[in-house]
């Protein structure tokens, strides 16, 4: 059974705890002693409480992933804002679709000319394209694990 430990109504309430009265908190729902909280560490521990609040029961899967977030906030902060594909500049990626061929330049890291605009994803030129929202890597392709032929330096 789990100690007695206050419960923080809202997230403000929850950041505005200090160190020793967050540390109780942490080691309840991720059985890890925390040193040194960091800004990162209070989604999971909110998402927690809030479900501690409303009496819901977290899916072990869930749990998992949480548990394994905890363990090193830092670590999957730094990995979700990582660029998945690299794509050499000033590259060539050219997609026929529907019987016209389309050409767009990689200009940077997150920059794509097409038809002389400029747009910071593939998934915009690819919805100014086929009018739909899509992919922008699946629409050009580049999600194959093959070489993909239509990219060219």
């Given at each position: 059974m789990k100690d007695k430990i206050?419960?923080?109504?809202?997230?403000?309430?929850?950041?505005?705890?200090?160190?020793?009265?967050?540390?109780?908190?942490?080691k309840r729902y991720f059985n890890i002693s925390v040193k040194k909280l960091k800004s990162a560490m209070y989604r999971?521990?909110?998402?927690?409480?809030?479900?501690?609040?409303?009496?819901?029961?977290?899916d072990s899967k869930h749990i998992t992933k949480l548990n394994r977030y905890s363990s090193d906030p830092n670590k999957y902060v730094e990995n979700s804002y990582k660029i998945k594909y690299h794509i050499k500049l000033g590259s060539h990626i050219i997609k026929t679709y529907k019987g016209k061929t389309y050409n767009v330049i990689v200009k940077d890291k997150n920059i794509f000319e097409y038809n002389g605009e400029i747009y910071k994803t593939l998934s915009a030129v690819a919805?100014?394209?086929c009018h739909k929202k899509v992919s922008?890597?699946?629409?050009?392709?580049?999600?194959?694990?093959?070489?993909?032929k239509d990219v060219q330096n």
């Open positions: 206050y419960l923080p109504k809202s997230y403000e309430e929850l950041i505005a705890l200090s160190i020793e009265e967050l540390t109780p908190l942490w999971p521990l909110w998402y927690k409480i809030q479900c501690d609040n409303m009496n819901l029961k977290l919805k100014v394209i922008g890597y699946d629409f050009f392709g580049l999600n194959n694990k093959g070489v993909n």
